[in-house]
């Protein structure tokens, strides 16, 4: 996971450099590697879950 947050900070500095017309295509690089990254959470606490037995929400 971390790799993804290296990624997804990587991608964040391009499009902040970007110039006007290519910051559309850094954006979807980050919006993306975000995604990739919100998966792998929501995996992680799945596994959590599963892993203790379930655990209930308040």
Do not use: S
């Amino acid at each position: 996971m971390r790799d993804e947050l290296e990624k997804l900070r990587a991608a964040h500095q391009t499009m902040k450099k970007a110039g006007v017309f290519k910051k559309t295509l850094a954006a979807e690089d980050v919006l993306e590697a975000a995604l990739i990254l919100i998966e792998k959470m929501v995996e992680e606490i799945e596994r959590l879950k599963t892993d203790k037995g379930g655990v209930t929400q308040p």
